[in-house]
């Protein structure tokens, strides 16, 4: 048997290529395979986004049908072929690079070959041929690259937000939990990394556990913007090349496969040029790793130690430290929330110039927008999973060192001042840093106020003034 019993051959104007007779892609796919492979990505590594394009080609092939354009043999095995790939049994025909540089024209030519040779099969015709299912007569029929690669763009980050969503409600719901379970321990307020007032840690972590919240608002809020899509505008948002009933009937049909309401938009033009939505997505995504990164911080220095830091916080010792200090065990779960939202700034700074770099008509530079957003969200995804399960649901507070660190500070001084009056509380407090003895020592040793009638006022400055 010779090698070509294995392969079949496609041409276009470069030449012939051979393609593995077992592999569904064609000429079009082996050139963004050979000219634009840059990255160990390909278009199949993130589920969503290969399912979104499948989406998108199944609703056409249904709004085509509907239009009169396809048969109906042809839109069934489209079909098919469609749910062949959501189904990942085309994963290893889908081989261009997620961040190739053909504007989308080669990932949407991957899925078109794929599909129209999966349908050919379905159809009883061998892959390559194209007698009955032609990847751009028929599958791209009544698209471009310009409006379908955006719309899938928009539904698998769509997609994607939902699960991210999800994990930082959990996360907010996690700092509830923390905050009622502090909430009676005395903890030393700082601000400048030096001691302040005195507070309850449990209100320290209703901070987090609010800020949390808020973030997954702000999430949820901006994953709606995504549901207007391109669809329909073919190249440039005039629908040319499209029948009338088409649009229409393509995000009938989509809402139905993905059960999410799609929108035409409002413009067609203005959403073929501009993908600011994207910076919207992504700036999210930065302020959501960031304020996560700021409270990833805070556990650091609150439990750093054991012995020369502050230790109010004992975290899950989740692996040893150092490969030469032994014993050591160092806050990892919180540094690597820090290091991840380095990592999410960065993709931020990607998208905005792939945003602000759209030229006329289109956007060319979608594949760097989806490859970084889909990082994005990935990391964030995985990394909340884990900083939640793994750090926040197991740490313990030294409720003790909380209150002595507190009492032997000179920043209860700030709640005796309503008794004592500023002046002398001050003089109190600068003979306590100078002597460097407890202020609640000092003032019982003068007969300033028994220890019993400061912690009262202690007590009292620890509870909010404002109402509920």
């Not at 007569?137 to 471009?144: A, E, L, T």
């Not at 009933?245 to 989509?254: F, G, I, K, N, S």
């Amino acid at each position: 048997m010779s090698t070509f019993d294995h392969v079949r051959h496609e041409q276009d104007y470069v030449g012939a290529v051979q393609i593995p007779v077992d592999k569904l892609y064609g000429v079009n796919s082996v050139r963004g395979f050979e000219n634009l492979s840059v990255s160990p990505l390909t278009i199949a590594h993130y589920p969503a986004f290969r399912d979104a394009f499948a989406q998108c080609k199944w609703a056409a092939a249904l709004a085509n049908l509907d239009s009169g354009v396809l048969g109906s043999a042809q839109a069934e095995a489209i079909v098919l072929a469609c749910k062949d790939v959501i189904d990942g049994h085309c994963d290893d025909s889908l081989i261009v690079d997620l961040l190739e540089g053909s504007g989308g024209t080669s990932t949407n030519m991957n899925f078109n070959e794929v599909i129209a040779n999966r349908a050919q099969i379905f159809m009883g015709h061998p892959a390559g041929s194209y007698e009955v299912v032609h990847p751009n007569d028929h599958v791209n029929c009544s698209q471009s690259t310009n409006d379908v690669y955006p719309a899938a763009l928009k539904i698998a980050t769509y997609t994607m937000l939902g699960g991210l969503i999800a994990e930082v409600e959990k996360l907010a719901v996690q700092f509830d939990g923390k905050a009622e379970q502090f909430a009676d321990i005395l903890h030393l307020g700082r601000t400048c990394l030096q001691d302040a007032q005195p507070m309850r840690l449990g209100q320290l972590f209703s901070g987090y556990a609010s800020l949390t919240h808020r973030l997954a608002t702000e999430l949820v809020a901006v994953r709606d913007k995504l549901r207007t899509l391109p669809l329909g505008g073919t190249a440039i948002g005039t629908g040319f090349g499209a029948p009338a009933p088409y649009r229409a009937a393509a995000y009938r049909h989509l809402s139905s496969i993905t059960g999410v309401q799609y929108l035409a938009p409002s413009n067609p033009f203005d959403a073929m040029q501009n993908m600011d939505v994207f910076s919207r997505v992504s700036a999210e995504l930065r302020t959501c790793s960031a304020s996560l990164a700021k409270i990833a911080a805070d556990l650091t220095v609150l439990s750093s130690g054991p012995v020369a830091g502050l230790g109010e916080l004992k975290l899950p010792e989740a692996q040893a430290g150092s490969s030469i200090m032994p014993g050591k065990v160092n806050p990892v779960l919180p540094m690597a929330m820090i290091q991840l939202s380095f990592a999410v700034i960065g993709n931020d700074v990607a998208v905005a110039q792939a945003v602000q770099y759209g030229q006329l008509e289109i956007n060319h530079f979608e594949p760097v927008v989806a490859s970084r957003v889909f990082d994005s969200i990935a990391l964030l995804t995985q990394g909340i999973q884990r900083f939640r399960e793994k750090c926040i649901a197991g740490i313990v507070a030294d409720e003790a060192r909380n209150r002595q660190h507190l009492t032997d500070s000179m920043a209860v001084a700030t709640a005796l001042v309503p008794k004592l009056g500023y002046a002398k509380v001050s003089k109190l407090a600068r003979q306590s840093v100078n002597e460097g003895r407890s202020l609640l020592a000092i003032m019982q040793e003068s007969q300033v106020m028994t220890e019993a009638e400061a912690m009262a006022a202690i007590e009292k400055a620890s509870h909010p003034v404002f109402g509920a």
